[in-house]
């Protein structure tokens, strides 16, 4: 009795349906392009652990539109996923060609890790500091090291909790490291990263002392190879970013010095050599930078071969002024927020939100997490006796993972 029901149930929808069909037809004599949908294109689900990005290609063009339940997460034609908790997603994805759309559903499930995160640095990728006082001191230079050797010892500063400090010398000395999971972009700021940066007992201006403020890049793993790419890196567009005071592709050449040649005195007791090492950069300056009493050591890192060397990126200005008119006292600004070792470790000002991330135009991107951080110090001056600005790191970690 049941079962007879059923059968003529579908056939009067059946009927309606073909009905509807039929006049549809007489009612407008438009010819729409036949367009075939592929039967899949996602798989039945995809597996993932939490923290790590999944990256789904359904390898079809038309308007793809990526949503879980009903929000829409993606409009890409590759979907970038990262979870931070472990949960099922029901996916759906609305295709969309010519008028005609099919859509499609997947799962995704998100697993817990088998080894624990950490939430700190858990590799060193490259160092390159420029030149400065504290130059092969910090991390320390041995006769022979090579440049991997120096990227080592600066990953053993640089990795877990218990990390020590590390100096990038002045302009675009750079330090890239990364996270044995991806930081996700949630809401608010999303990572720390630890300098040396306080504010001045006796500056005059509020939120100054010693700030050195370092460019923040930020990457990911688009290629999953585990390390970081020349085009996975994105500027963190600063407070400084879009003004004109600063200066977007600034080149920076550093000369190796002869450090036999007869030194060159100031007018000041701590100026050792004022001709020490010669720069100029890719706006037609040049001058040098200088030598003083504090640090005897060579300035240039020792492990570079070349008779010199060049940096590159964004230049902000000068941030260290002379609050005592004599010399005796310099000061260096906070830039309000998106920098390194430009507030002290406690302020807000030292954590970062993904979201800042521009693209080389400045256009905002949206990143669903980062893998890989790059920061270089961002400043070219010298603060008289306290030497070159410069960037320091003493580690860095996720602030969502507990
Ligand atoms: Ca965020
Ligand atoms: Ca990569
Ligand atoms: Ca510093």
Redesign the pocket.
């Known amino acids: 009795m049941e079962r007879k029901t059923k059968h003529i149930l579908k056939t009067i929808l059946l009927s309606s349906v073909l009905l509807g069909a039929a006049a549809c037809k007489s009612d407008s004599e438009e010819v729409v392009e036949e367009v075939t949908f592929p039967a899949e294109v996602l798989k039945e689900s995809y597996t993932i652990d939490r923290l790590k990005l999944l990256m789904i290609d359904p390898k079809i063009e038309g308007k793809l539109t990526w949503s879980i339940n009903d929000s829409v997460i993606s409009d890409h034609l590759q979907l970038d996923f990262v979870s931070s908790t472990v949960q099922n997603y029901p996916l759906t994805l609305k295709v969309e060609v010519k008028g005609a759309a099919k859509i499609y559903k997947s799962t995704i499930i998100v697993n817990k890790e088998l080894t624990p995160y950490s939430k700190y640095i858990s590799n060193v990728f490259d160092f390159r500091p420029a030149t400065g006082q504290f130059i092969n001191e910090i991390p320390e230079y041995v006769n022979g090291n090579t440049e991997a050797d120096m990227i080592k010892r600066a990953k053993e500063s640089l990795v877990g909790e218990n990390a020590t400090m590390i100096t990038l010398g002045g302009f675009g000395g750079y330090v890239a490291f990364g996270f044995d999971h991806t930081i996700p972009?949630?809401?608010?700021?999303?990572f720390k990263i630890l300098g040396n940066a306080f504010w001045g007992n006796n500056a005059n201006a509020t939120r100054s002392g010693s700030c050195e403020p370092g460019i923040i890049m930020v990457g990911y793993d688009k290629n999953k190879n585990g390390k970081p790419d020349e085009d996975e890196w994105y500027e963190i567009a600063g407070s400084e970013y879009f003004k004109n005071s600063t200066t977007k592709n600034y080149t920076i050449t550093y000369f190796k010095p002869n450090e036999n040649k007869p030194p060159v005195p100031g007018s000041e007791f701590w100026q050792t050599d004022v001709e020490y090492i010669k720069w100029q950069d890719n706006f037609g300056n040049s001058g040098f930078k200088t030598k003083n009493t504090f640090h005897a050591q060579s300035y240039y890192p020792l492990w570079l071969s070349g008779a010199s060397y060049s940096l590159t990126g964004t230049r902000l200005k000068d941030n260290f002024y002379d609050q005592s008119g004599t010399g005796a006292y310099w000061v260096g600004t906070s830039y309000d927020y998106g920098y390194a070792d430009n507030a002290p470790n406690n302020d807000e000002a030292s954590n970062i939100?993904?979201?800042w991330a521009v693209d080389k135009s400045g256009n905002y991107v949206k990143l669903p997490g980062i893998d890989f951080i790059k920061v270089y110090t961002g400043i070219n001056q010298e603060a008289g006796w306290l030497g070159e600005v410069s960037t320091e790191v003493a580690g860095a970690y996720d602030l969502h993972l507990k």
């Open positions: 972009n949630l809401e608010g700021r999303d939100d993904i979201s």
